[in-house]
């Protein structure tokens, strides 16, 4: 079993920047390591992924050049989240997954969730 735990959510003004935690009780059975965000009334989003041995790294299109997943530590995942949007406001997940090759865009593939961390952004 794996826990995640996210950090660092809050209230941000459009074009600012937050930083996003994920920290994991041990990945040593983890392949990849992901960040989703869910907005009310809709469905959980893609945000970004990390293949967290060899640190490849895959993001949605709608935070691309915005957003950066970096491995801080062996336990540790941050969201680097620049240039932010109203329409980047929702709840933000930790996910981890043990499955080798997967598609690391579908919820379906992750065992493990954090609690998630909401962030929003005003206009």
């Known amino acids: 079993q794996v826990q995640l735990v996210e950090s660092g959510g809050g209230l941000v003004q459009a074009g600012g920047s937050l930083r996003l935690a994920c920290e994991a009780s041990?990945?040593?059975?983890?392949?990849?390591m992901a960040w989703f965000r869910q907005a009310p009334g809709q469905e959980r989003e893609f945000v970004g992924a990390i293949r967290w041995s060899l640190g490849n790294l895959v993001y949605g299109d709608s935070v691309k050049d915005r957003f950066t997943i970096s491995k801080v530590t062996e336990n540790t995942m941050y969201l680097q989240m620049n240039s932010l949007r109203p329409e980047d406001t929702a709840i933000y997940y930790c996910?981890?997954?043990?499955?080798?090759?997967?598609?690391?865009?579908?919820?379906?593939?992750?065992?493990?969730w954090g609690q998630g961390t909401q962030v929003t952004v005003s206009s």
């Open positions: 996910a981890g997954s043990p499955i080798w090759g997967i598609s690391v865009m579908s919820t379906a593939n992750y065992p493990y």
């Open positions: 041990n990945t040593f059975s983890l392949y990849y």
